[in-house]
């Protein structure tokens, strides 16, 4: 069975500064998806960026950006210039594509930011 | 709305009453899914259902635990006789995995339950 960890429970950064959030998992699949989702106070779960397993180029959006280790199965989250905003539960999913198109999540990393 | 929506967003009830919970989700999507958010905890999946195919119910923790959807509209999470583990937040996400299965996961903003 598919397992995602996050070993992480919480993490701070100054304002400004760059964090990485660590994500693992565990599968037998070649193909399958990867995502970083944050969940502010407000309940609101939000996608901050997503994996294709089969592309070499890791994802990037704006000050996200992921490391994309394939053969280790890691998937690492980075937040660069980091701001209040981003203090959050951060949470690392994994997706196999398919008839049992369930998506496991990790335990989540909660992020503080520090003025 | 545009939005998965979810109601109520907080429920409090007396231990052994049953509950419903509803999740509307986009027009469109035909997967649906249900997580359980204890506090402070990551989400644990409860059941997943994908048009009109049978509903993948393995992680409902118990037979106290039961969730419909009509088509691929609203579904409905029930769960009988409440317990005090069973307080929880409840988040439902709907999904369009027909273009691809990078499709993410768009969620509501839960149901707060609180069993007393």
């Known amino acids: 069975a598919q397992t995602v960890t996050q070993s992480q429970p919480e993490m701070s950064v100054q304002e400004a500064e760059t964090v990485t959030l660590s994500c693992t998992y565990d599968t037998s699949e070649s193909d399958y998806y990867l995502f970083w989702y944050k969940q502010p106070p407000s309940r609101q779960m939000i996608l901050v960026i997503r994996?294709?397993?089969?592309?070499?180029q890791n994802a990037t959006e704006n000050r996200f950006s992921v490391n994309f280790q394939k053969a280790a199965k890691s998937f690492s989250l980075k937040i660069s210039d980091s701001q209040l905003g981003d203090a959050a539960m951060y949470f690392c999913?994994?997706?196999?594509?398919?008839?049992?198109?369930?998506?496991?999540f990790g335990k989540g990393t909660r992020l503080h930011i520090l003025p | 709305g545009a939005g998965v929506s979810q109601s109520p967003s907080n429920k409090v009830t007396e231990k052994g009453k049953d509950v419903e919970l509803r999740c509307d989700p986009i027009?469109?999507?035909?997967?649906l899914y249900w997580y359980r958010q204890r506090l402070g905890q990551g989400l644990e999946f409860l059941i997943y259902f994908q048009g009109n195919s049978a509903p993948d119910k393995s992680g409902l923790p118990s037979d106290r635990f039961s969730a419909e959807r009509t088509g691929e509209s609203v579904s409905t999470l029930t769960i009988q006789r409440t317990q005090q583990e069973d307080s929880a937040v409840y988040l439902c996400?709907?999904?369009?995995?027909?273009?691809?299965?990078?499709?993410?996961?768009?969620f509501g903003n839960g149901t707060r339950l609180t069993v007393t």
């Open positions: 994996q294709e397993a089969y592309k070499q």
């Open positions: 999913a994994y997706r196999t594509p398919g008839r049992d198109d369930k998506i496991i």
């Open positions: 027009s469109g999507h035909t997967a």
């Open positions: 996400a709907s999904s369009d995995p027909q273009g691809s299965s990078n499709s993410p996961l768009h």
